[in-house]
Every structure is written in C-alpha cells, then in structure tokens.
C-alpha cells in the first residue's frame, strides 16, 4: 500500500512540474516619446512651466506642496482668543497622459489640480480653495493650444 502511494505522488509530482507553455501576449509597438511646452498660471502666478515627455505607455506628472509662515501674525480677536501665527499653503499637481489609446496624434489628457489659502489669510475659521480641471487636447507636432477655467490657463505646445 505504502508503495502504491508513493507511486501515486511521484507520478503527480512529475505531471505537476512538467512545463506548462505559457500564454505571452503579443508585443506592444513602440511609439515616439513626445515633448510638450506646458505652461500653467493662475491668479498672477506661474504655477508650472517647462517641457514634459509622455510615452505610449507613460504619462507625465508634477507635483508640489509649500506651507510657511507668513509675514504678519493673526492678532487676536477679543478675550479668551490668542495671537497665531499666519501661514501660506499652497499644493499643485499636474498630469499628462495619453487619455485615448497610444495613438502618436490623438488627444492627451490634461489633469491641473491647485489648492490655496482662502483669503483672509486670518478668518476664522480658516479654508482652502480648490480648482481642478481635466481637458483632452490634440495637438500637431509644432503646434499650440489653450484652455482657461476659474482664472487658471493652461498652454500646452507640441515640439516634436
């Protein structure tokens, strides 16, 4: 008995280990990297400004956050309030990407997300506000264009 089952399990074992082809999918023709001039401003600023390359299969991205203190403090408001120190806060993201397939001349996807201090600087209580804007653009080799919402402009231009 003991041998009929050690057979069993060498046989398995040999059956199990055999190689099993495997299914590899077909390759992906490779598309040129392309460059773009991107210029994004907002409330007198230049959020972001220079070239971003995206790929057939990968976007670009750029991200940043900022916080310091202010040049003023927030004075106090009556009894039982404190004096606290103002800050700046700002955050800001940028993505580029193919948004529709990997085709060479179709539309990129254009993703802009900027978040700032709500002004007064010393309300209480205090905010943040948001502006986000998501926008396919297709764009000719040496070629430009724009697109503008809630005081944020965004210039994209194709070098190659």
């Known amino acids: 008995m003991r041998i009929l089952i050690f057979l069993a399990v060498a046989l398995f074992s040999i059956s199990v280990s055999a190689q099993v082809p495997q299914i590899v999918p077909p390759p ?3 598309g040129p990297v ?3 001039e991107i210029d994004v401003r907002g409330a007198g600023e230049i959020l972001f400004q220079g070239p971003m390359k995206v790929g057939p299969f990968a976007g670009a991205s750029y991200n940043r956050e900022f916080t310091e203190a202010a ?3 927030c004075p106090s408001s009556g009894p039982g309030d404190y004096q606290r120190a103002a800050r700046r806060a700002s955050s800001f993201r940028l993505s580029l990407s193919n948004g529709y397939g990997q085709r060479e001349n179709g539309p990129r996807s254009v993703n802009v997300r900027w978040t700032r201090a709500a002004p007064p ?3 209480k209580p205090s905010g943040t506000r948001t502006i986000e804007l998501a926008q396919a653009v297709a764009v000719a080799p040496g070629e430009s264009a724009s697109f503008e919402s809630d005081g944020v402009t965004v210039t994209i231009k194709r070098r190659n």
Do not use: G, L, N, W
């Open 121 to 123: 600087a010393c309300s």
């Open 28 to 30: 992906r023709a490779a």
């Open 71 to 73: 040049d003023f403090d």
């Open 34 to 36: 392309v460059t773009y």
